[in-house]
């Protein structure tokens, strides 16, 4: 009787560990397996064209095969940037005072807040965006640098992609600043910093590699968004100069004309080579982001 359970105990352990490493390979191979797709489906229009050409040149015309992707690229890093700059100071603040000074049931309501404002359609914040965004845009700051917009910009995008953003940023962050250690606070207090400085000079030094992550999940989230910011960054193919300009991210060139050119070959192609340079984009980004985490996590 003792051999069977043993017996049975270890058939159902090893059942238990094939199916996790089957289960972690499968999360592996996942993104190759898509990046390969892409890929294979992309190697038309790469024949076709230089290289250097498709991702250097602005001139965006399929009809006449002219496929220029630098327009598409520099929109997005128009728009996460902005979102970036205007969101993370916020969620590492907020972070910071609803762990560190706020009252417990303060942070409770936020928590209830952050999972509504997670849970909403993105085409919800696209049409909040089209609503007070894009005419705030154009009737009470542009005016202000003597320039003429429709309100329909890079700066639009950025601004409904940092609202969209808060929630997942905001909610790393403070299960970050909640999981630090309490004696760790408690030390420094005891030696006679105030709670500001403890904050600055432990707590962030101590999660430095955890806030990183949370930011640098944030951005990837970022580039690749696409309803919202499809509905309110104006989707025009130049470059745009400045933050006031209209733009075309690589996710609503994608969404706009998926389906609809399909009939001709290079353009297909050319969508296909779209969603392999943002998928490489993400992919690197990520890795940039995972080797300034290890660095932090060394030091």
């Not at 929109?75 to 993370?88: E, H, K, M, Q, R």
């Not at 359609?121 to 917009?149: A, C, Q």
Request: hydrophobic residues 55%.
């Amino acid at each position: 009787m003792i051999g069977y359970l043993h017996l049975r105990r270890r058939l159902i352990d090893r059942i238990s560990s094939t199916w996790i490493v089957l289960s972690v390979v499968l999360l592996l191979l996942l993104p190759l397996a898509i990046g390969l797709g892409l890929a294979i489906e992309s190697l038309p229009i790469v024949k076709a064209f230089p290289l250097r050409e498709l991702l250097t040149s602005s001139d965006w015309s399929p009809m006449e095969e002219k496929f220029g992707f630098y327009t598409f690229i520099i929109s997005p890093v128009w728009v996460t940037a902005i979102a970036f700059v205007l969101s993370a100071p916020v969620c590492i603040l907020s972070a910071i005072y609803l762990t560190q000074y706020a009252h417990a049931r303060v942070l409770y309501t936020m928590n209830l807040i952050i999972d509504v404002m997670a849970g909403i359609p993105s085409v919800v914040y696209g049409v909040g965006g089209v609503l007070v965004v894009v005419p705030f845009i154009k009737d009470h700051l542009t005016p202000l640098f003597n320039i003429n917009s429709s309100g329909y910009s890079v700066l639009a995008g950025g601004i409904v992609l940092a609202i969209m953003s808060i929630p997942y940023m905001l909610n790393m962050l403070i299960d970050i600043f909640k999981g630090m250690p309490l004696e760790i606070k408690e030390a420094s207090l005891s030696l006679g910093a105030d709670v500001w400085q403890t904050v600055k000079f432990v707590l962030i030094r101590k999660g430095s590699s955890g806030i990183v992550a949370a930011l640098g999940l944030g951005i990837s989230k970022s580039l690749g968004e696409t309803i919202a910011v499809l509905m309110v960054v104006g989707n025009v193919a130049r470059i745009p100069q400045n933050m006031f300009q209209p733009g075309y991210p690589l996710p609503a060139l994608l969404a706009n004309n998926y389906g609809d050119m399909m009939s001709i070959p290079a353009y297909e192609a050319a969508l296909m080579f779209a969603a392999l340079i943002l998928f490489l984009i993400i992919m690197l980004f990520n890795v940039f982001t995972n080797i300034l985490i290890y660095k932090q996590t060394k030091e």
